[in-house]
């Protein structure tokens, strides 16, 4: 009996948070890359950020990830923990919907809806089908596991120390919420954890008294994802994550001397107990986030106190925008390597300062700083390749997969354009070395030239960033003036060298910095045809 009550109670767990996960990947498939843009109104304000963070968690259907996310936006630059203060209450609230899914208790129509769901998952021809296959398929796995958890849970009935145990948690309520806190730690999932409370009500094994401090410590132990998640962050990322478990920490304790009338007020709600503990979830996280958002200033104030410290330099090794726990929402990673496409073109724009103010004032240390800072572009280039590729293993669309080809195409041109940065930096070295002279006329020329180029590979990351296909025919347009102005600053260097106003050494070093130009603006087209979609 014992044996059979565990087996179907962690089976019914594995089904469960399997069903959630396959509802939350079809829902995320479904709604694409709107994904992406409802973060992008995070810039906003912070009140903004509590409905995108209700969106985004519906659809990912876990607070814990939301927060994962929002962890590695920071740590990347992409948000400013003010503006993720928002989002991060507004997760608490988004995550309550399982619950409140839950209590509608359509246990009956599980294996219905599996079946349904499998044959448009397997058998649909279009996308949006096959999505709304998925859903239905994790609808249905998702109640299916509820079914076994409840059923694991029966026995409990007639077990006195189960009912000893109970007992002790409503007169302790601190002893509820650790058991809550660390149970949710473990499962990594609050919905799962609260999951759980509502199959022992459905056999009246808790009541509303009981299980809030349970559900509190439930609130907390979400915390733990973004916690870990966080370790070897940015600073700011660290305290995104501190200031989750801090929001919930003082949310929970800013109802524990009222959990009697707090838990009158639920019960009111309803005479259903799996309904109660599911209103009672979203009614602590919508009352936390009223009472705290407007004191969220001084929270963050504590949190600096607790996460002191200062942040990093722009430049770093390591990938800024990405991390491997977003992988599993596609529309927000490909997003994120957008912005480190970005970040890795700033640094090639960089190397070619430092390369052609090397080489134009003679300056070896200038020169230098170019190639290194080119070492740091390959790094970048190869994890973001590495990361694109172990994307492409997991379930894109048609159009994310096409996506997807380009930015690995986009990331070689960047690379590229770091590559003939270096060339320039050692031309410079070599002149250097030669002494080599150069006239006022070929600086000028050279000047222009590499205003020319840096402005378009500004414009194509501006093209890339906001997918405008009117800016990347505007690079195309600019690379044929490159072109065009290539072949006359070489024309212009014969007729200064026929007229012995040039040094001959110095003439061959000359074209071929603006060879390495030229080849610079090559690549902006190559990238434009790539924003534009053109992939062949």
Not at 157 to 184: C, E, H, K, W
Request: some cysteine; aromatic content about 6%; hydrophobic content about 50%.
């Amino acid at each position: 009996m014992v044996r059979l009550m565990i087996f179907e109670l962690v089976g019914g767990l594995g089904m469960f948070l399997f069903g959630m996960n396959l509802m939350g990947d079809g829902l995320q498939k479904a709604a694409g890359d709107r994904m992406r843009r409802i973060l992008e109104i995070l810039t906003v304000n912070p009140l903004m950020g509590i409905i995108a963070g209700m969106v985004v968690t519906v659809l990912i259907q876990s607070s814990s990830a939301t927060t994962v996310i929002l962890v590695s936006f920071i740590n990347g630059g992409l948000m400013t923990l003010h503006q993720a203060i928002g989002v991060i209450m507004g997760a608490a609230i988004g995550t309550t919907i399982t619950a409140q899914i839950i209590a509608l208790r359509l246990n009956d129509y599980a294996l219905p809806a599996i079946g349904i769901g499998m044959l448009f998952y397997l058998f649909a021809k279009k996308r949006q089908q096959r999505n709304a296959g998925q859903i239905i398929l994790g609808f249905g796995f998702l109640f299916l596991g509820m079914t076994f958890m409840s059923e694991g849970m029966r026995p409990l009935q007639d077990f006195d120390g189960f009912t000893q145990v109970m007992l002790r948690f409503s007169q302790v309520p601190v002893l509820g919420i650790l058991a809550g806190a660390v149970l949710t730690a473990v499962v990594q999932s609050s919905s799962a954890t609260i999951g759980i409370l509502q199959a022992m009500g459905t056999y009246g094994l808790i009541n509303i008294q009981t299980a809030l401090p349970i559900l509190f410590g439930d609130n907390i132990g979400t915390t733990t994802t973004g916690l870990l998640s966080s370790i070897g962050t940015s600073v700011a990322a660290r305290r995104a994550a501190v200031f989750h478990l801090l929001f919930k920490v003082v949310g929970t304790i800013l109802f524990l001397p009222a959990l009697s009338l707090f838990a009158l007020v639920v019960s009111r709600t309803s005479t259903d107990i799996v309904k109660q503990i599911a209103n009672a979830h979203t009614l602590f996280n919508v009352a936390a986030t009223v009472l705290l958002f407007p004191a969220s200033g001084m929270l963050l104030r504590l949190v600096e106190r607790l996460v002191p410290g200062e942040e990093e330099e722009i430049w770093d090794r390591e990938l800024k925008y990405l991390n491997d726990k977003i992988q599993d929402t596609p529309s927000i990673a490909l997003g994120q390597v957008v912005k480190e496409l970005a970040r890795m073109a700033a640094m090639s724009l960089d190397a070619l300062d430092l390369a052609m103010e090397g080489f134009i004032e003679s300056d070896e240390k200038k020169a230098k700083q170019s190639l290194q800072t080119e070492q740091i572009v390959n790094e970048v280039e190869h994890g973001i390749t590495t990361y694109l590729v172990e994307l492409a293993q997991k379930s894109l669309t048609e159009e994310q997969s096409e996506e997807l080809n380009g930015m690995l195409n986009i990331a070689s041109d960047i690379e590229r354009i770091g590559d003939l940065s270096e060339n320039i930096a050692e031309f410079a070295e070599y002149r250097i070395e030669q002494e080599l002279p150069i006239s006022e006329t070929a600086i000028e020329e050279l000047n222009r030239m590499v205003r020319i180029v840096k402005e378009n590979v500004i414009l194509c990351v501006e093209a890339m960033e906001k997918d405008d296909h009117d800016k990347a025919q505007e690079v195309l347009n600019v690379e044929r003036t490159i072109d065009q102005m290539e072949k006359d600053l070489r024309r212009n260097h014969m007729t200064r060298l026929n007229a012995g106003l040039c040094n001959p050494s110095s003439g061959i070093v000359f074209l071929d910095v603006i060879s390495n130009l030229e080849r610079i603006g090559d690549h902006t087209a190559h990238m434009a045809h790539m924003i534009m979609g053109n992939i062949d």
